[in-house]
């Protein structure tokens, strides 16, 4: 049985090798205020990430994003992204831009 979240970010980094180095599920109120690992430089290379994957759940359980953001493994900075939103349409930048 799959588990339904509700009103939830699930977000999980993986290092360069594939390896999850960071694994969380946040209320979506602290996802969009509060301070993450991924907000700076130092904090991605802290946790040596290299991608963030995350799904944002509404209130209802419905899937309101899926996004895969990239940083630098030297620098820890932000190299791209990109996001499919529930209406279908889709965002990419840096990196993802001609994917």
Known sequence: M?????DTAKLVGYNQFGDVVYSVRLPLHEYYDGEHPWDSGDGVLELRMTKLC???YDTTGNVT????SAFCADSGAYVGGRATFD???TQSDGTYADA
């Open 54 to 56: 995350g799904t944002l």
């Open 87 to 89: 209406d279908g349409t």
């Open 65 to 68: 994003q899926e996004f895969e």
């Open 2 to 6: 799959v588990e339904k979240l509700y």
